[in-house]
């Protein structure tokens, strides 16, 4: 048994020593797989977006921001605005009926306001992480999640905005794409399943 078992393995041996170097390919021909890149990153991003059944606020600037989140707010009557990013802030502030800023108040909030760290245009995602203020909670908690982005974040895909990360990795990446929903109970689409079932971008120039 031992003379047998030690013939395979000379066998294996030799054969791996034959076989000729290999590299493995470090590039992706992004084209071939996903077809010419959109010549208007933003028009494609956003139509992706509302596709997905996000709602789009564009047309948004810094002056006018807090005010465009207070009337989306108040025209709703939405109770308990929760923020945790700094430069947010002043926005939920204008905006808020009730300011909840902690944990401990976490669960009774009914909007989150977080910024983004990429926007993908091919799926018309938004990429949030782990390493802002907002932690891993907030895109997930609210029924109502209002995204914060710049036409600036705009990449084509998510190998284009995975490149912006650095090692390590944050602890939690999250692409979200249009509210949450399923149809896995007979088929009967609920919106709100498994996170926000309001997703809404402001998205400034």
Not at 45 to 57: A, P, R, S
Not at 192 to 199: D, N, R, V
């Amino acid at each position: 048994m031992d003379k047998a078992r030690e013939n395979i393995l000379r066998k294996l041996q030799a054969a791996v020593q034959q076989q000729p170097a290999t590299t493995v390919a470090t590039t992706i021909n992004r084209a071939a797989i996903f077809g010419k890149e959109p010549l208007d990153l933003s028009q494609f991003f956003e139509q992706q977006f509302v596709q997905l059944g996000g709602k789009l606020h564009s047309g948004t600037t810094n002056a006018t921001l807090p005010l465009e989140v207070a009337t989306l707010i108040e025209s709703n009557k939405w109770e308990g605005v929760l923020c945790y990013e700094e430069a947010l802030q002043s926005i939920v502030a204008t905006a808020s009926r009730l300011p909840t800023d902690s944990n401990e108040k976490a669960l009774e909030a009914t909007v989150s306001i977080t910024s983004c760290q990429a926007l993908i245009a091919r799926t018309g995602s938004i990429l949030v992480d782990s390493n802002t203020l907002s932690g891993r909670r907030l895109s997930i908690v609210s029924p109502i999640h209002i995204v914060v982005a710049y036409r600036h974040q705009l990449v084509v895909d998510m190998a284009a905005a995975f490149a912006q990360y650095q090692t390590p990795l944050p602890s939690m990446l999250c692409l979200i794409s249009g509210n949450s929903k399923t149809a896995d109970i007979e088929k009967t689409l609920v919106n709100g399943a498994h996170g926000p079932k309001e997703l809404h971008l402001f998205l400034l120039d």
